[in-house]
């Protein structure tokens, strides 16, 4: 069964930066995109970007580039998810998911990541 | 690009209920449904417009067109309360609509 598990919560001060990850099993790691899409208390879905496992092409919504990094490690199965200069509005649960067919039939547990000084 | 959903749509059990998702062009993009309750993450619904995960039953429908893709849910029961989000993507960006909460009366 196809499971992406999150790394915990995280709490940082705004400036910081936070690293996610998202460990993947049960599915054929370079088969899929992997996106990371986030979700601000009682809001909608917002998508960060992705990164292609086979060869680590990314794309980032315009939003958070120059802050955003996607990364993988294909041999662990591994996606992350690094944020730079985090202040307040980015109070989030933050989701890994895996894409195909031009959607998510995939989702991590979901991590909550605050930043409050 | 934006992506317009009405907020809220309520329905009886029972009955058909429809929730759209608007942008300009949108039936040129795939759009896919995501169904998300409280606490849990986003469960994919519909895909490729139309297209059901196998575990999703027949009583949930989509089409796009023009500018509107439709979700549409026959046979409405209490379990189908919840956030519905679209997600049209145009083959390098994402986008989702704001999303709409179903009220089952």
């Known amino acids: 069964q196809v499971q992406l598990v999150q790394s915990g919560a995280d709490m940082k001060k705004p400036g910081a930066s936070v690293r996610l990850s998202c460990k993947t099993s049960g599915l054929t790691f370079t088969d899929y995109a992997f996106h990371w899409v986030r979700q601000a208390p009682g809001q909608g879905l917002e998508w960060m970007g992705w990164?292609?496992?086979?060869?680590?092409?990314?794309k980032y919504s315009e939003t958070f580039e120059g802050r955003i990094t996607i990364t993988r490690d294909t041999f662990a199965t591994l996606v992350f998810m690094d944020l730079t200069g985090l202040r307040s509005g980015d109070t989030s649960i933050y989701y890994c998911?895996?894409?195909?067919?031009?959607?998510?039939?995939?989702w991590g547990q979901g991590t909550l990541v605050t930043v409050s000084s | 690009y934006e992506v317009t959903q009405p907020p809220s749509v309520s329905v009886s059990p029972g009955q058909t209920v429809t929730i759209t998702c608007s942008g300009h062009k949108l039936g040129e993009k795939y759009n896919s449904w995501y169904r998300q309750k409280a606490g849990q993450a986003p469960e994919l619904i519909l895909f490729?417009?139309?297209e059901r995960p196998s575990r999703i039953p027949d009583r949930i429908s989509g089409s796009n067109s023009g500018n509107t893709a439709t979700l549409t849910i026959t046979g409405t029961q209490p379990m189908d309360e919840a956030h519905y989000f679209c997600q049209p993507w145009d083959g390098s960006t994402v986008f989702f609509g704001g999303g709409t909460k179903l009220t089952v009366l």
């Open positions: 490729k417009d139309v």
């Open positions: 990164v292609n496992p086979v060869n680590g092409d990314t």
């Open positions: 998911t895996a894409a195909k067919d031009s959607s998510y039939p995939y």
